[in-house]
C-alpha cells in the first residue's frame, strides 16, 4: 500500500540499545509504510545486536554500523534523530544547512496521533509522574497509552491509538527539544521541576532550561499547562505560558487554579473552588518527593478528563516503577532496594531522605559525573549512611572530593563491579538495615546504561 512515505529517504541517526527504542521502532515504522530507510550508529553491531536482529531481512533497510557517511545525511529527505544524538553533532548541523527536516519519534507521533497526548518532562520525578497520571486516567475509563523515554517508542502503538483513547509521554530534555518541526505540542504540558543535570551535554543550565521549555512553546490558547511552583526554574516558566496555566506544589498557594497538598490531603483548586481529591496517607509510594509527584499527576490526569474517583482508585493500587527507589529483595532482614535512575547528586539526596533514617543505610553510589555539584551530599551521607560501597568513574572522585574538602570522613569500600559492591554491602548490613544503589551519577563505562546498572544489582542480590 503506497504512504505518504513510499520511496522517501530516511535517515534513523542512532538505532540504541533498547529492543522498543526510538531508533529501531522509527526504522521499523518508515519500512513498513515503503521509504527507504538507513540507519546509522558510531556503535558497531555486536554492541547494538538486539536491536540489528529486528532489522535483518527488510528489504528496505540498510545498516550502516559504527560509522556515518556524510553522503547518507546529504541525500536524505527527512532526518530522524534518537535522544541519544547531540543535537549539536556537526552531521545535525549539516542537514540543517541544507534544509532537511530533522524529527524525533516523539515529534512524528504528535503530527499524526488522534488522541490527545499528555507530555511530562522535568529533571525528577517525571517517570513516575508519566506512569501515575497514566494509571490515573486508566482508572478513569480512558484507554490509556504510556510512552517515550520511559523505553516504549510511542511509534510502536501509534496505529492502535483511536480519537477517544488518551497518551502519555515521558519526555527527557532530548526529546523536548526536538518539537516543533510541524509546530505541534501535547495538549497537556506539564513540568515538574529543573535541576542541574545533564551538564556534560548542555553549555549552561540556562541552555537546559530553554530544552526543557520546549515542550510549552507550541500549545494554543485551549491547551492546558500543568508547572511546578516550587522550582525557582518552573515558576519563571509558568508565567509565560500561552494555554490554561495550573501549579501543582507540595504546599498551598493563594487564588491561582491547580493542585497542591494540605498536610496528607491533596487538594485541586479549579475557577477559585476547592475540593479534596484524595488522602494520600495510604498511598503506597514512600517518600514527600512522591506526594509531590502525586499532586503533578492528579492535575496533570484531570486536565485530561481523569474523574476524582479514578484518581484515588490509582493512588491506592500504584506501587511505583522499576529502578526508582523499588524493593527489589528482603534477606535475612536485610531491605535491598534499587534506585540506579538516581543518577544526579539531587536524586540521591532524595532517596536518603527517604530511607535514610537513624543511619541503618548502607550506601552503593559513584560512576561517571555529568558535570555536576557534589557539594551538598557529604553532609547527607554522614546524617543517613552508616557506610558507603563506591563505584569506580569520575562522580566518584568528584564526590569522594567534596568530602575532602568539608572535612568530612565517612567508613567507605571500593567495588570494581556490581557483584562486588553488593557482596560487600550484604556482609556489612544486618537485621532492620536497607542496602541502598542510588548512585548520583550516570552509568557510562562500567555498566551500557542506568537500567543496565539496575539488572546487575537485582542479579546480584538473587545470587546471594
Known sequence: MKTRWTGKRVLIFGLGQFPQGSGVTAA???????????????????????????????????????????????????????????????YLELAKRRHIPVHSDVSLFLEACPAPV????????????????????????????????????????????????????????????????????????VITNLMRDHLNFYPDMKTYAAAKERIFSFQSLTSAAVVGRDNTWTRKMGARVVGRRYWWSAAPFPEENGAFLR?????????????????????PLPGEHNRANAAAAAMAAIAAGATDAGIRKALKSFRGLPNRQETVARIGGVRFVNDTTATTPDALLAALATFGSKKHLVLIAGGTDK??????????????????????????????????????????FSA???????????GIGGRGDTVLLSPGCTSFGLFKNEFDRGERFREAVAGL
Open 28 to 90: 521499523l515504522w518508515f519500512a513498513k509504510r515503503g521509504a527507504r530507510v538507513t540507519v546509522t550508529d558510531m556503535k558497531t553491531a555486536d554492541r547494538v545486536a538486539a536491536t540489528v536482529r529486528q532489522l535483518r531481512g527488510k528489504r528496505n533497510v540498510t545498516l550502516v554500523l559504527g560509522k556515518h557517511r556524510r553522503s547518507d545525511f546529504l541525500r536524505a529527505d527527512l532526518i530522524v534523530r534518537n535522544p541519544g544524538v547531540p543535537w549539536h553533532s556537526p
Open 118 to 189: 499528555v507530555g511530562i518532562t522535568g529533571t525528577r520525578g517525571k517517570s513516575t509522574t508519566s506512569a501515575l497520571a497514566a494509571a490515573m486516567l486508566e482508572a478513569s475509563g480512558y484507554r490509556t497509552w504510556l510512552g517515550g523515554n520511559i523505553l516504549v517508542s510511542p511509534l510502536s502503538f501509534l496505529h492502535r491509538v483511536k480519537p477517544g483513547h488518551r497518551v502519555v509521554l515521558e519526555l527527557s530534555s532530548f526529546l523536548t527539544e526536538t518539537l516543533g518541526p510541524d509546530r505541534r505540542a501535547p495538549q497537556v504540558a
Open 263 to 283: 498536610g496528607s490531603r491533596l487538594i485541586v483548586r479549579e475557577n477559585g473552588k476547592e475540593r479534596i481529591v484524595a488522602d494520600l496517607k495510604s498511598m
Open 371 to 412: 558535570n555536576l555539584d557534589f557539594r551538598d551530599v557529604p553532609k547527607a551521607v554522614r546524617r543517613a549512611v552508616r557506610t558507603m560501597i563506591l563505584l569506580p568513574g569520575s562522580g566518584t572522585d568528584k564526590m569522594v572530593a567534596a568530602f575532602r574538602t568539608q572535612g568530612i570522613r565517612m567508613p567507605a
Open 416 to 426: 570494581d563491579s556490581m557483584d562486588a559492591a553488593v557482596t560487600l554491602a550484604a
